[in-house]
T-cell receptor, first 113, second 112 residues
Framework: NAGVTQTPKFQVLKTGQSMTLQCAQD?????MSWYRQDPGMGLRLIHY???????DQGEVPNGYNVSRSTTEDFPLRLLSAAPSQTSVYFC????????????FGPGTRLTVL | DQQVKQNSPSLSVQEGRISILNCDYT??????FLWYKKYPAEGPTFLIS?????DKNEDGRFTVFLNKSAKHLSLHIVPSQPGDSAVYFC???????????FGQGTTLQVKP
């Protein structure tokens, strides 16, 4: 099992550009989440999904879109990148709502100039 | 509004001594609490958890204590080892969404 994989590892964008951060898991987990990590702020929840076709907002959803067309994939889209979105992004998955232990991917470091 | 708070950004202890990391929460709906450990350039990894029906959970050198009346939990590491040097995040969940909310993290340095 590869676990949770994220691509790319690093990305530099210009303000206003769009991109998609990819996340995939091969553990057949129903529940997936996206977090961003910023100094002094910890890990903040952006969006989450309790299963294919179902997504919902977390603590800091503005500027991000998600979709969940398959159980395996949970991409995060930045439609118009802003410098405030410079951060390290982590995707996580867990078996389901009743399971609290999440498995994290290695992260994507994004810089917006 | 930070629902989970770790008020100590950093902690330094000597190898072999006890490390105590603290976490406070404000939402009384939280009923499950977890600690994660994170090394640089890696994703967080699960360390230990506790349900709100317990006040203590132990796993080897790691013990988590929960004080529900004070809305406070702590992680004890005994004895501390240099390999324990990392950022520790506490997290909480509750309600029917299953959202896991994290604190700001505490950087632990264990000196040889």
């Amino acid at each position: 099992n590869a676990g949770v994989t994220q691509t790319p590892k690093f990305q530099v964008l210009k303000t206003g550009q769009s991109m998609t951060l990819q996340c995939a898991q091969d553990m057949n987990h129903e529940y997936m989440s996206w977090y961003r990590q910023d100094p002094g702020m910890g890990l903040r929840l952006i969006h989450y999904s309790v299963g294919a076709g179902i997504t919902d907002q977390g603590e800091v959803p503005n500027g991000y879109n998600v979709s969940r067309s398959t159980t395996e994939d949970f991409p995060l889209r930045l439609l118009s990148a802003a410098p405030s979105q410079t951060s390290v992004y982590f995707c996580a998955s867990r078996p389901g709502l009743a399971s609290n232990e999440q498995f994290f991917g290695p992260g994507t470091r994004l810089t917006v100039l | 509004d930070q629902q989970v708070k770790q008020n100590s950004p950093s902690l330094s202890v000597q190898e072999g001594r006890i490390s105590i990391l603290n976490c406070d929460y404000t939402n009384s709906m939280f009923d499950y609490f977890l600690w994660y450990k994170k090394y640089p350039a890696e994703g967080p990894t699960f360390l230990i958890s506790i349900s709100s029906i317990k006040d203590k959970n132990e796993d080897g050198r790691f013990t988590v204590f929960l004080n529900k009346s004070a809305k406070h939990l702590s992680l004890h590491i005994v004895p501390s080892q240099p390999g324990d040097s990392a950022v520790y995040f506490c997290a909480a969940s509750g309600g029917n969404t299953g959202k896991l909310i994290f604190g700001q993290g505490t950087t632990l340095q264990v000196k040889p």
